[in-house]
């Protein structure tokens, strides 16, 4: 059973940094991409950042503040965020895609979301 766990949410002041890192497991053939989308109350789902076979890809709102980065020994994404605004509050959710089984077949999995609130 594939299943993605985060971690590192939390309540942070204006300008200051969290990390959250989101672990794949089970019986995994190769991931791709991984990546983080964020909800914010009232608002779709957005994309934040993902690491695919060609590259990395970020939501204009967040270059230059946020950092996404990969540990494929540990099947790991990580997403350092620094300079934090009080619109970046959201539940940030992982998300991968990953292959697996015996027919190393394709799903979508996403994580449980994480609270990430900046006040100001």
């Known amino acids: 059973q594939v299943q993605l766990v985060e971690s590192g949410g939390g309540l942070v002041q204006a300008g200051g940094s969290l990390r959250l890192s989101c672990a794949a497991s089970?019986?995994?053939?190769?991931?791709?991409?991984m990546g983080w989308y964020r909800q914010a109350p009232g608002k779709q789902r957005e994309l934040v950042a993902t690491?695919?076979?060609?590259?990395?890809n970020y939501v204009d709102s967040v270059k230059g503040r946020f950092t996404i980065s990969r540990d494929n020994a540990k099947n790991t994404v990580y997403l350092q965020m620094n300079s934090l605004k009080p619109e970046d509050t959201a539940v940030y959710y992982c998300?991968?895609?990953?292959?697996?089984?015996?027919?190393?077949?394709?799903?979508?999995?996403w994580g449980q979301g994480t609270q990430v609130t900046v006040s100001s």
């Open positions: 690491i695919t076979s060609a590259g990395i």
């Open positions: 089970g019986s995994i053939f190769s991931i791709n991409p």
């Open positions: 998300h991968a895609h990953i292959y697996s089984g015996t027919y190393i077949i394709g799903h979508d999995y």
